[in-house]
């Protein structure tokens, strides 16, 4: 199977409307939020994808559970804090 950034093709080419949504804080100025699903496929993995609700024809992160993980642990330690 072909793979994109190391996720199988068929996990990238998924809606995020497969799964199940939850949304952010909406950004009180411009509206905007991040919204996550998780997208169970048939290797047995939920994976974990990430949309902006602005743009949801746009660009789909998609992430496996340990890197999901790391992703949490690492905005809770402040590695994505904008430096102003």
Do not use: C, Q
């Not at 793979?3 to 409307?17: E, F, H, Q, T, Y």
């Not at 992430?63 to 590695?79: H, L, Y």
């Amino acid at each position: 199977m072909t793979k994109a950034w190391g996720v199988p093709a068929a996990i990238v080419a998924l809606s995020v409307d497969h799964g199940l949504v939850r949304t952010g804080a909406v950004d009180v100025v411009a509206g905007e939020y991040v919204e996550i699903a998780f997208v169970p496929h048939t290797d047995g993995v939920t994976y974990v994808a990430m949309r902006n609700s602005a743009h949801p024809e746009g660009p789909v992160l998609v992430f496996t559970p340990s890197e999901w993980d790391a992703f949490v642990e690492g905005a809770k330690a402040g590695e994505f804090d904008e430096p102003w």
